[in-house]
C-alpha cells in the first residue's frame, strides 16, 4: 500500500515561516506530478503549488514569491517552504502525488495525503 505521510505544520505568527514535508511509501516504481493542497475553513480546497518529475514547478498566484515547492525523488518526498505567512494562509494543507505502484497490474493512481494544519496568527 502506497502512503504518503506530511509533516511540519503548526502555530506561527504572521510574517513567520513553516517547512512542510510529505513522504511517499510503500511500492513505488515512479512518482510523477506531486503537489500541496489547502482548505481553509468553510471554503473549497485549492491547489497550492505542484511540481513534474523534471522541476517545473506552478504556484497559485495568491503564494507567488512567498512560497517555493521542490522534492526530493530519492527520497520520494516534496516540500513546500512556507515564507511571509499570513493569516489567509491559515488551512489543513494535502500533499498530492501521481505514483505508480502494482495493484495486480503496474498503473498510475493519485493518492492523498491526511493533512497537516498550518494555522497562521495575526
Known amino acids: 500500500q502506497v502512503q504518503l505521510v506530511e509533516s511540519g505544520g503548526g502555530l506561527v505568527q504572521a510574517g513567520g515561516s513553516l517547512r512542510l514535508s510529505c513522504a511517499a511509501s510503500?511500492?513505488?516504481?515512479?512518482?510523477?506530478?506531486m503537489g500541496w493542497y489547502r482548505q481553509a475553513p468553510g471554503k473549497q480546497r485549492e491547489l497550492v503549488a505542484s511540481?513534474?518529475?523534471?522541476?517545473?514547478?506552478n504556484y497559485a498566484d495568491s503564494v507567488k514569491g512567498r512560497f517555493t515547492i521542490s522534492r526530493d525523488n530519492a527520497k520520494n518526498t516534496v516540500y513546500l517552504q512556507m515564507n511571509s505567512l499570513k493569516p489567509e494562509d491559515t488551512g489543513v494543507y494535502c500533499c498530492?502525488?501521481?505514483?505508480?505502484?502494482?495493484?495486480?497490474?503496474?498503473?498510475?493512481?493519485?493518492?492523498w495525503g491526511r493533512g497537516t494544519q498550518v494555522t497562521v496568527s495575526s
Open positions: 510503500g511500492i513505488i516504481f515512479s512518482i510523477n506530478d
Open positions: 498530492n502525488a501521481a505514483i505508480e505502484t502494482f495493484l495486480g497490474h503496474i498503473s498510475e493512481y493519485t493518492y
Open positions: 511540481i513534474t518529475n523534471g522541476g517545473s514547478t
